[in-house]
C-alpha cells in the first residue's frame, strides 16, 4: 500500500480549475514532486518543490503545500490536461521514494 | 538533450532472470542518482530502486529487495537492473529516471520510454 494518498479519479470542466491532493506524512518532511502521464507514454515532471515547473511546463500548472498535503492545481483546464496524475515523495524513513496511487484526471 | 535509452525487456519465465539496462546521454552521467520505477499493465507507477552517482548509496523497494540489483557504469553512462526470481507480479514496464534535487526535495526529471517485462510461463 502507497504511503501517499490520492483520490482516484477527479473531474473538472473544460476552462475550470481543478485541485489534486495527496496526503502523507513524509509531506510534513519533504516536499511532493508531480507527474503527468498520459496513455502509452513515460510520466512527465509538471511540478517540484514548492510550486517549481520545469522549462515547457504550461504556467497554469501549480502546486502548493500545508502540512501533510500537497496539492496540484490546474488553472484553466485544458483538454489536453486529461490524464493519470501522480504525487512523489519519500516514505517514513526518507530513505525510499513512494508514488501516490494516481489521480485520473477527465476534462469535461 | 538528455535521453534515457532503455532496453532489455522482454518474455521470461516465472523464476527466471532479466538484465535491463538504460543507456544515459545528453548529461554529466556521473553526477546524478537513477532510479528504477515500474508500473503494471494498468496499474499505478511503483518506485524499484535508487543508486547514488557513486554507487554508494542503494535502496530497494520491499518487493523486489533479495531479487533485484541494481547497479551502474558511469564509464559507459549506464545504469542497470538486474532480475532475479521474477514473479508474474514482476511483469510491468520499467522505467529508468534521473533523480535531481537535494536536501527535501527530490524529483525525478527525465525518464526513459520504458521497456516491458513479461513474467509468464
Known amino acids: 500500500s502507497s504511503e501517499l494518498t490520492q483520490d482516484p479519479a477527479v473531474s473538472v470542466a473544460l476552462g475550470q480549475t481543478v485541485r489534486i491532493t495527496c496526503q502523507g506524512d513524509?509531506?510534513?518532511?519533504?516536499?511532493a514532486s508531480w507527474y503527468q502521464q498520459k496513455p502509452g507514454q513515460a510520466p512527465v515532471l509538471v511540478i517540484y518543490g514548492k510550486n517549481n515547473r520545469p522549462s515547457g511546463i504550461p504556467d497554469r500548472f501549480s502546486g502548493s503545500s500545508s502540512g501533510n498535503t500537497a496539492s496540484l492545481t490546474i488553472t484553466g483546464a485544458q483538454a489536453e490536461d486529461e490524464a493519470d496524475y501522480y504525487c512523489?515523495?519519500?516514505?517514513?524513513?526518507?530513505?525510499?521514494?513512494?508514488f501516490g496511487g494516481g489521480t485520473k484526471l477527465t476534462v469535461l | 538533450e538528455v535521453q534515457l535509452v532503455e532496453s532489455g525487456g522482454g518474455l521470461v519465465q516465472p523464476g527466471g532472470s532479466l538484465r535491463l539496462s538504460c543507456a544515459a546521454s545528453?548529461?554529466?552521467?556521473?553526477?546524478?542518482?537513477m532510479n528504477w520505477v515500474r508500473q503494471a499493465p494498468g496499474k499505478g507507477l511503483e518506485w524499484v530502486s535508487y543508486i547514488s552517482s557513486s554507487s554508494s548509496t542503494i535502496y530497494y523497494a520491499d518487493s523486489v529487495k533479495g531479487r533485484f540489483t541494481i547497479s551502474r557504469d558511469n564509464a559507459k553512462n549506464s545504469l542497470y537492473l538486474q532480475m532475479n526470481s521474477l514473479r508474474a507480479e514482476d511483469t510491468a514496464v520499467y522505467y529508468c529516471?534521473?533523480?535531481?534535487?537535494?536536501?527535501?526535495?527530490?524529483?525525478?526529471?527525465?525518464w526513459g520510454q520504458g521497456t516491458l517485462v513479461t513474467v509468464s510461463s
Open positions: 512523489k515523495s519519500r516514505d517514513s524513513s526518507g530513505n525510499l521514494r513512494v
Open positions: 545528453g548529461f554529466t552521467f556521473s553526477t546524478y542518482s
Open positions: 513524509s509531506l510534513r518532511s519533504y516536499y
Open positions: 529516471a534521473r533523480e535531481g534535487g537535494s536536501g527535501f526535495l527530490y524529483y525525478f526529471d527525465y
